[in-house]
T-cell receptor, first 114, second 112 residues
Framework: GESVGLHLPTLSVQEGDNSIINCAYS??????FIWYKQESGKGPQFIIDIRSNMDKRQGQRVTVLLNKTVKHLSLQIAATQPGDSAVYFCAEGRTSGSARQLTFGSGTQLTVLP | KAGVTQTPRYLIKTRGQQVTLSCSPISGHRSVSWYQQTPGQGLQFLFE???????NKGNFPGRFSGRQFSNSRSEMNVSTLELGDSALYLC???????????FGDGTRLSIL
């Protein structure tokens, strides 16, 4: 049968406002988390990562918060700009020996309104 | 520094054929991972190579295979193509497995 496309959660924000994109992860053994941004026709672009021994990490205009108690991850984008419009993916990883495998969420479509 | 380069960008094949996709990682990166991205399943891990050895494999049939060369360049091969193999195939490289992965722009494979 025909496959059904993923229904991406969507988030629309006014230009200049702050954006918060949320992600729930499933594996309590995950020790590494990462956010990617994917624009149309391009591959995912690394934004920021965080290890499980931290609960907050800041980058340029972005902050990632990790709540291991409820297995929740969020990405905050300050002063959202039109160029931030994209699909945002969170991924969780578990380090096994020297290898790490990432499992990606389904993504959130962020639209920045003028 | 040049990013991850994937060739070709677009490819059209028919059922039953086989295909080889190529990935050149960022210079100095030794870990290369492959992912399949489809609207129905999202981003799914195929396999990871490090120093020419496959270290991790996702839940895909044996028709999907890969290899890595001594210069860290990697190829993936899909044999006996099926309609459901139509997807964007993404390659990502990292310095080591425990470093952030950086993606190429993918190869869009269409099966007719």
């Amino acid at each position: 049968g025909e496959s059904v496309g993923l229904h991406l959660p969507t988030l629309s924000v006014q230009e200049g406002d702050n954006s918060i994109i949320n992600c729930a992860y499933s594996n309590s053994a995950s020790d590494y988390f990462i956010w990617y941004k994917q624009e149309s026709g391009k591959g995912p672009q690394f934004i920021i990562d965080i290890r499980s021994n931290m609960d907050k990490r800041q980058g340029q205009r972005v902050t990632v918060l990790l709540n291991k108690t409820v297995k929740h991850l969020s990405l905050q984008i300050a002063a959202t700009q039109p160029g931030d419009s994209a699909v945002y993916f969170c991924a969780e990883g578990r380090t096994s020996g020297s290898a790490r495998q990432l499992t990606f969420g389904s993504g959130t479509q962020l639209t920045v309104l003028p | 520094k040049a990013g991850v380069t994937q060739t070709p960008r677009y490819l059209i094949k028919t059922r039953g054929q086989q295909v080889t996709l190529s990935c050149s990682p960022i210079s100095g990166h030794r870990s290369v991972s492959w992912y399949q991205q489809t609207p129905g399943q999202g981003l799914q891990f195929l396999f990871e190579y490090f120093s020419e050895t496959q270290r991790n494999k996702g839940n895909f049939p044996g028709r999907f295979s890969g290899r890595q060369f001594s210069n860290s360049r990697s190829e993936m091969n899909v044999s006996t193509l099926e309609l459901g193999d139509s997807a964007l195939y993404l390659c990502a490289s990292s310095l080591h497995s425990n470093q952030p992965q950086h993606f190429g722009d993918g190869t869009r494979l269409s099966i007719l």
